[in-house]
């Protein structure tokens, strides 16, 4: 999968470019009103852009957050409107993700919790058997606990299927041991695009004296000045530094910050 650029109204998403690998997980992070559902509509192909290009192989599923279905269609009823709509369908896919989540057939879409709509819009979605899978907040209807077994079995069919799945989140402890990829937005521009691991591994935290250099070459994501003393965060990459400073790498979540922080 690849995206150049994107375009919508007033620049929504604008200077984006990425490539995913087939059979990644990749983490769409940024605060409400990045460009982060404007930009998995691009990937959908619900919206054009006006200038670049999106290039995704394979069939597309999109989960948007407000998951739309006819509210009178009993649970059944939504999985028959899946396969009449999809020339692929998996019903047995679809089907054992409800009874995995106790998801009760004999309710109406309208009479359903939050949780159990969202369950019912993933089966829709995964018996389509997607090669790419887009989520746009998957989890806000959730409990943690759900949250937790959904995002599990989802990395099961990402295993199991080869299917590249990108969701979208502006909750940064949802993706820590679960995203191999993380995209940044902010503003509609991508901050940070890469392996998360590899990020993890560049971003160190600089403690110290108070001075207005770093103690170590490289860029500097953000600093940080008290009376006494100095923080840096370095893209640096080891944490070899003389006394009296200190180093150590940092969370996913003060490097999201920090990076959201520079530009804020």
Do not use: C
Not at 107 to 135: E, K, M
């Amino acid at each position: 999968m690849s995206v150049v650029a994107a375009e919508v109204s007033k620049w929504a998403v604008r200077d984006v470019s990425f490539e995913l690998p087939p059979g990644s997980v990749t983490a769409l992070v940024g605060a409400n009103g990045s460009g982060k559902s404007t930009l998995l509509n691009v990937l959908a192909g619900h919206l054009p852009p006006r200038s670049g290009h999106t290039s995704i192989a394979g069939r597309v599923a999109y989960v948007p957050q407000h998951k739309p279905m006819y509210k009178n269609f009993e649970v059944p009823d939504v999985l028959e409107f899946g396969r009449r709509m999809n020339t692929i369908w998996d019903h047995k896919r679809a089907d054992d993700w409800l009874t995995r989540f106790k998801v009760p057939r004999k309710l109406q879409v309208g009479d359903l919790s939050g949780g159990q709509r969202t369950h019912v819009t993933l089966a829709l979605a995964l018996g389509s058997r997607p090669d790419v899978l887009l989520l746009d907040e998957p989890m806000s209807e959730l409990d943690p606990l759900a949250r937790r077994k959904v995002m599990r079995e989802l990395l099961t069919e990402v295993s199991d299927n080869g299917m590249t799945l990108i969701f979208s989140t502006h909750v940064v402890a949802e993706i820590g041991g679960v995203a191999d990829r993380l995209l940044l937005l902010s503003g509609g521009r991508l901050l940070v695009d890469g392996d998360t691991d590899e990020l993890l591994e560049e971003h160190v935290l600089y403690t110290g004296p108070r001075d207005p250099e770093p103690p170590v070459e490289g860029p500097v994501v953000l600093a940080k000045h008290s009376q006494s003393q100095s923080q840096f965060l370095v893209r640096s990459g080891g944490t070899q530094v003389d006394e009296p400073w200190t180093a150590r790498y940092v969370t996913l979540e003060e490097l999201v910050v920090a990076h959201l922080e520079r530009v804020a």
